[in-house]
């Protein structure tokens, strides 16, 4: 079992930037692979991205491809989600999420380990 918790987020103006981190403590991170997934007030959880415990495949989710890209440093137990030009839709609760599968990043079912999230507002 791996501790999470996510920092980075806050208030952004549409079209801003921000960087959210996932530090992981308990575990071997080195051999989970990390997702990103939020779920906005009154809406389904949605996936963000992922990435593979190796780092050699990266996904994202059809509503942030190309905006937001993830990314880790299993020296520092850390998974990181670059996002750019953001949106009011962006505007969710992010939360990352550990797995031991190498396959079907999408899925929440496969995900053992959950941080508590954090808030991320897009103003116009």
């Known amino acids: 079992q791996v501790q999470l918790v996510e920092s980075g987020g806050g208030l952004v103006q549409t079209g801003g930037s921000l960087r959210l981190s996932c530090v992981a403590s308990g575990g071997s991170f080195r051999s989970l692979s990390m997702g990103w997934f939020r779920q906005a007030l009154g809406k389904e959880r949605e996936f963000v991205a992922a990435?593979?415990?190796?780092?050699?495949?990266?996904y994202a989710g059809s509503s942030v491809k190309g905006r937001f890209t993830v990314s880790r440093d299993n020296a520092k137990n850390t998974v990181y989600l670059q996002m750019n030009s953001l949106t009011r839709e962006d505007t969710a609760v992010y939360s990352c999420?550990?797995?031991?599968?190498?396959?079907?990043?999408?899925?929440?079912?496969?995900?053992?380990?959950w941080g508590h999230g954090t808030q991320v507002t897009v103003s116009s």
């Open positions: 990435i593979s415990w190796y780092g050699g495949n990266t």
């Open positions: 999420a550990a797995s031991a599968y190498n396959s079907g990043f999408d899925d929440a079912s496969r995900y053992t380990d």
